[in-house]
């Protein structure tokens, strides 16, 4: 058990391990789409699982496959960790300081781009509050519909968007609510990316947004010269394969700056990755 000071003064915290070697294996079976050969991908997933202490079997956390278009013109089909709502009530639970969640959604106006001009429209708003027992004021985010909606090539809603709209954005907004408020960087949520969680938990993914062009080029290229910028400022440089960024150069030292720009530290080949969104 770990004891943590807060605002509240000492809140008892259970401490949680990760998972053992049988349960890793047991995961690359179960958990990752069929096919998938143990790469740099699976290990990318499984690392940032273990970065959150986040566990697959219990479904905090989710490896999706989604499709996307390289330089080159070429698709690929990349995995990528997806954290559910619980799952980051995980996370927030765990540091002690979590003291509660409301969520709402409501009609209201909101600025929406027209046809190159702003006029305001009536759309239904996600909100969701998220206190820390050592913050005064809630943690308020408001997510529109109208932002999120994800849609087939006609333009048509999705099936989870189409079916369940409230309960989609109010899934955003708890998730982006969560992450702001306990300082979460670099997970996303499945209904954020066109992936839906059925009524018992399991990931369902909507073929028509997954299978949706996505070109990437342009913003690969933006992309890569942030990279190079940012990691030329702590003298380091880096490489690139596969839509993943992997540090080059003596980063001892440097370990806070590289978390701070998204990067995982992979102990087993002692580098640092990113994956390119």
Not at 129 to 141: I, L, N, Q, Y
Not at 143 to 158: H, I, M, S, W
Not at 185 to 192: D, K, T, V
Not at 228 to 240: I, K, P, V, Y
């Amino acid at each position: 058990m770990i004891v943590r000071k807060n605002g509240n003064g000492n809140v008892a915290v259970a401490s949680e391990r990760w998972l053992n070697e049988q349960e890793i294996e047991f995961v690359k079976k179960q958990f990752f789409p069929p096919n998938t050969k143990d790469n740099m991908e699976v290990q990318y997933c499984l690392e940032v699982a273990k970065q959150f202490t986040l566990n697959p079997i219990t479904k905090q956390i989710y490896f999706v496959p989604r499709k996307a278009q390289d330089d080159n013109g070429v698709w690929h089909e990349k995995i990528e960790p997806l954290v559910g709502r619980d799952g980051f009530l995980a996370i927030a639970h765990r540091t002690g300081a979590f003291g509660g969640i409301e969520t709402t959604s409501v009609l209201k106006e909101v600025p929406t781009l027209d046809k190159g001009q702003w006029k305001m429209k009536k759309d239904l708003v996600g909100i969701c509050k998220v206190w820390r027992t050592d913050s005064e004021m809630p943690f308020v985010v408001e997510v529109a519909y109208g932002e999120y909606v994800q849609t087939k090539r006609n333009g048509d809603p999705t099936k989870f968007w189409m079916d369940k709209p409230d309960t989609m954005i109010k899934k955003v907004a708890e998730s982006q609510a969560l992450r702001k408020a306990f300082n979460i960087s670099g997970l996303y949520s499945p209904e954020e990316v066109g992936v839906g969680i059925d009524d018992r938990g399991n990931v369902a993914i909507d073929v028509e947004t997954v299978d949706a062009s996505i070109d990437v080029k342009a913003e690969n290229q933006k992309l890569v010269e942030n990279e190079m910028a940012a990691l030329t400022q702590l003298g380091l440089t880096c490489e690139f394969k596969d839509g993943f960024v992997k540090v080059v150069g003596k980063t001892y030292g440097k370990t806070e700056q590289l978390k701070t720009l998204g990067y995982t530290y992979h102990s087993s080949k002692q580098i640092w990755v990113k994956k390119l969104s």
